[in-house]
């Protein structure tokens, strides 16, 4: 029943490593996010992508990077991990509905720790 | 860009207590307001949503209010049970090329006493 898959439940890594985190859906959605969760912040969307091959960037895109090579899989990637970015983070897949109001489907998130 | 503001940011109530949520968004041409309940340790789920269309819509014992002219929206729950102990998360996008890119609030932990 799982739709959204997120390939890394915790990850612990050191100051300047690459991480890629994974995400799978397996809904046929167009749209895929990214968003960090920290208490107190709320949800910040960091990326998001609205096809194949295309991304935006969200509110806090900086110190990251985003790839959609295939329709079901969007990767989120840390080119030099801070210890800033230790969080909780949550993919989410959406259909394209024109008025926008599209109902996010969320993974079970990827915590990561950098040391 | 839009910006969403939630209050309070925890909130503590007794069993069978009304329990109210409040958020502002800053831009005028959102025009989709969803809310999300996410319990401890698992995803955030959508739980009620309302359009600008629309001033209030019901789901039981949860209710969500607009006011588009004050640009704050409200969830309202009633007769609160253990199980409505969660996060709660408000959340404001806009139409067109927004691809439904969703702001969300702070959040508010709310805690039902038994």
């Known amino acids: 029943d799982v739709k959204v898959t997120q390939s890394s439940r915790y990850l612990v890594k050191r100051t300047g490593e690459k991480v890629f985190l994974e995400c799978v859906q397996d809904?046929?959605?167009?749209?895929m996010f990214w968003y960090r969760q920290d208490p107190g912040l709320g949800l910040r969307l960091i990326y998001f992508s609205y096809d194949v091959k295309m991304k935006e960037k969200g509110d806090i895109p900086e110190g990251y990077s985003v790839s959609r090579e295939k329709k079901e899989r969007f990767s989120l990637i840390l080119e030099s991990a801070s210890t800033n970015q230790t969080s909780m983070y949550l993919c989410a897949s959406s259909e394209q509905v024109p008025s926008g109001a599209n109902v996010l489907t969320f993974g079970a998130g990827s915590r990561l720790t950098v040391l | 860009g839009e910006n969403v503001e939630q209050h309070p940011s925890t909130l503590s109530v007794q069993e069978g207590d009304s329990a109210v949520i409040k958020c502002t968004y800053s831009?005028?041409?959102?025009?989709?307001f969803p809310w999300y309940k996410q319990e401890l340790g698992k995803r955030p789920q959508l739980i009620i949503d309302i359009r600008s269309n629309v001033g209030e819509k019901k789901d039981q014992r949860i209710a969500v209010t607009l006011n588009k002219t004050a640009k704050h929206f409200s969830l309202h729950i009633t007769e609160t049970q253990p199980e409505d102990s969660a996060v709660y998360f408000c959340a404001a996008s806009g139409g067109g090329t927004s691809y439904g890119k969703l702001t969300f609030g702070q959040g508010t932990i709310l805690t039902v006493h038994p």
């Open positions: 809904m046929d959605h167009e749209n």
């Open positions: 831009d005028s041409a959102s025009n989709y």
